[in-house]
């Protein structure tokens, strides 16, 4: 015989204290919310209720940017879905576990547990899920440089968005699209998304919560600076820097200090962009955004040739090679092999440049990074691309004279261009 806990909650009192929570933590009190569903973690003798209060706790230290203690629930959580027995439960649990993976950098873990996640045989609700799986996926992806990939993800994605009606998902699935094509310098379509997103937030975001406006207006303000729109890019920074100081988004602070440093480095300011770097490299390093610590140091190595400073570029280089080379992102390693090129271009080390040019060519063909079309490279310099249904993509350019017939790449018919 099971002998009774007084000082257990039961369903009701524990639905009541994760509300009560979510309560204080939308009205900023964080550290209160955290105690209170602590409190629950430990007192509640309900599996559904604490499987509710670990997708609060979850969430809450993605958005504070503590992934290590986000992983733990994640995998707590696994064990109760099992315990609940229930498809549904399990399928959430896997996403949350692909979700911490994907923020700590270890890319080839969250797109394994994405896959099974996909294999799951839940009811509507799994399948409702599936659309924040491929996005998570595709940021995966996505950061191992695998482009085509990536975009059947985003594709995918924003598929189950549209067939939802689901509009907090289209709204992250067009940002991730932002920073796919800042990443191959579709500059067009790199601000397209992101103020598409914005229309969003502003259309049926007014009960969302401010990250999403935040999230937005930091994406359009990378792509504004592509583009040379300086004083647009500072706008939408500091509203998105605003945003995330008051909510103590850590993650989202680390961005809009790298964007701002990237801003003043533009301008060939790189006295005032030197300190942002150091604070945006900070906060990554203790939150483990090994991904930004790349872009950080990119910008770092910049300023330092700025100064004519190549020694000490070449130091910034090596660490970011490092980390690079440890998480397979194949995009960071050849800008850090152009960059060496240009270094020892202007040192006159003819054996170093060799090197470097060689090892620049293996990762535009290992990425696939060139046009099927033309042969041209993609991603060197701004130009206007399109997607066709396979996820290949072109310039524009080359399919308007060429027409979309099939793709060169896959040979497989194509009708008309894809979603993105």
């Known amino acids: ?40 973690l430990e007192k509640s003798a309900d599996p559904a209720g604490r499987f509710r209060v670990l997708g609060c706790l979850i969430t809450a230290h993605a958005e504070m940017g503590r992934y290590k203690d986000m992983l733990k629930f994640a995998v707590v959580q696994i064990d109760t879905a099992r315990e609940l027995e229930d498809p549904d439960f399990l399928t959430e649990s896997y996403l949350n576990l692909a979700r911490s993976n994907e923020k700590l950098c270890e890319f080839q873990k969250t797109i394994s547990y994405c896959k099974t996640c996909l294999n799951m045989q839940g009811t509507t609700v799994s399948m409702q899920l599936n659309g924040q799986v491929s996005l998570s996926m595709g940021n995966a992806f996505l950061g191992l440089s695998i482009f085509q990939k990536a975009l059947e993800c985003f594709e995918k994605a924003l598929r189950y968005a549209h067939n ?42 007014k009960g969302w919560s401010l990250k999403y406006r935040a999230m937005s207006q930091y994406h359009m303000a990378v792509a504004y600076r592509k583009l040379g729109r300086l004083a647009d890019a500072m706008d939408c920074c500091e509203e998105s820097m605003k945003i995330a100081l008051q909510h103590g988004d850590r993650p989202l602070q680390a961005l809009c200090l790298l964007c701002f440093a990237d801003i003043h480095r533009s301008r060939r300011d790189v006295q005032t962009a030197f300190p942002r770097y150091d604070s945006s490299m900070s906060i990554m390093t203790e939150i483990g955004n090994r991904l930004g610590l790349i872009q950080v140091l990119l910008g770092v190595t910049k300023c330092w040739m700025i ?43 003819q054996r170093e440049l060799r090197d470097h040019v060689v090892k620049f060519h293996e990762c535009v063909e290992e ?54």
Not at 26 to 35: F, G, Y
């Open 367 to 420: 990425m696939e990074l060139y046009c099927g079309m033309c042969g041209e490279s993609i991603g060197e310099k701004n130009n206007q691309l399109q997607a066709l249904p396979c996820s290949h993509f072109f310039h524009l350019k080359c399919l308007q004279t060429n027409g979309t017939r099939g793709c060169p790449n896959c040979r497989r018919l194509s009708v008309k261009p894809g979603y993105v």
């Open 164 to 205: 939802n009606d689901d509009k907090m998902l289209e709204c992250r699935v067009c940002c991730s699209l932002g920073n796919f094509y800042t990443q191959i310098k579709d500059y067009e379509k790199a601000l397209f998304f992101p103020c598409k997103a914005a229309e969003l937030v502003n259309d049926y975001g």
């Open 1 to 40: 015989m099971r002998l009774f806990n007084p000082w257990a909650m039961g369903q009701d009192q524990t639905k009541q204290q994760i509300e009560k929570g979510l309560h204080l933590y939308q009205s900023n009190q964080t550290e209160k919310a955290l105690r209170v569903w602590m409190r629950v």
């Open 307 to 349: 100064q004519k400073e190549l020694d000490k570029a070449l130091e910034s280089i090596e660490k970011a090679q490092e980390l690079a080379e440890g998480l397979g992102n194949k995009l960071g390693l050849l800008k850090l092999h152009c960059l060496c090129e240009k270094i020892y271009r202007t040192k006159e080390q």
